[in-house]
């Protein structure tokens, strides 16, 4: 049960975009344009984690929130609106530089994603964390189609880790199948829904 804990606060889909960012710098993205890597890394971990974990505690100690692992749906509601605010505020950040387009995105599909688990949740408790293993496993997905040397044993990676991670929710009774299941193939098929439509 303490190993799953472990696990599940490790593949916590809030510490995504930073994931994706060090893969992005992992493979050279900004090789032309040397001493940005660890600007980049910072404004992203700071804005997509550090920053919304810090107003989600401060939610907590309010009372707005019961628990900080949201187990409850309706303490959900105000975290995912709080990441849309900073997802679109880093995404503005990025758009700005032509060689991170494919981190804009990534940024774009995490907001509609992120978008998509506030409406859910308004209804029902959808997995949050398999929604964004399904979103980050579709969008190396598509870089690896791009440049297969590059990601694709990222995109395995996602995938393995995917199905660790969404064991340890299982093993903790976070989530039902269902709740699991779908809310991974939700993620997955957004991100393609989003390339698809961007490319027209």
């Given at each position: 049960m303490k190993t799953?804990?472990?696990?599940?606060?490790?593949?916590?889909?809030?510490?995504?975009p930073t994931w994706m960012m060090i893969v992005l710098l992992l493979s050279g993205i900004t090789r032309f344009t040397p001493g940005n890597d660890i600007t980049y890394l910072t404004i992203t971990l700071s804005m997509t984690c550090l920053l919304p974990a810090l107003i989600i505690v401060i939610m907590k100690k309010w009372h707005i929130i019961s628990s900080i692992e949201m187990e409850d749906r309706d303490d959900r509601l105000?975290?995912?609106?709080?990441?849309?605010?900073?997802?679109?505020?880093?995404?503005?950040?990025?758009?700005?530089?032509?060689?991170?387009?494919?981190?804009?995105?990534?940024?774009?599909?995490?907001?509609?994603v992120t978008l998509l688990a506030f409406v859910i949740t308004?209804?029902?408790?959808?997995?949050?964390?398999?929604?964004?293993?399904?979103?980050?496993?579709?969008?190396?997905?598509?870089?690896?189609?791009?440049?297969?040397?590059?990601?694709?044993?990222?995109?395995?990676?996602?995938?393995?880790?995917s199905g660790i991670v969404a064991a340890a929710r299982l093993k903790l009774k976070s989530h039902s199948n269902a709740q699991i299941y779908l809310g991974y193939a939700m993620g997955f098929a957004t991100v393609i829904i989003v390339f698809v439509l961007s490319a027209f």
């Open positions: 799953a804990k472990i696990i599940s606060i490790i593949g916590h889909p809030i510490f995504h105000a975290p995912l609106f709080v990441m849309l605010l900073f997802l679109y505020a880093t995404l503005r950040f990025f758009d700005k530089i032509e060689m991170m387009g494919l981190y804009s995105f990534y940024l774009t599909a995490t907001i509609v308004l209804f029902w408790k959808i997995s949050l964390h398999a929604l964004g293993w399904g979103c980050l496993t579709a969008s190396l997905f598509i870089m690896a189609i791009a440049s297969i040397h590059l990601y694709l044993l990222y995109f395995i990676a996602s995938i393995i880790i």
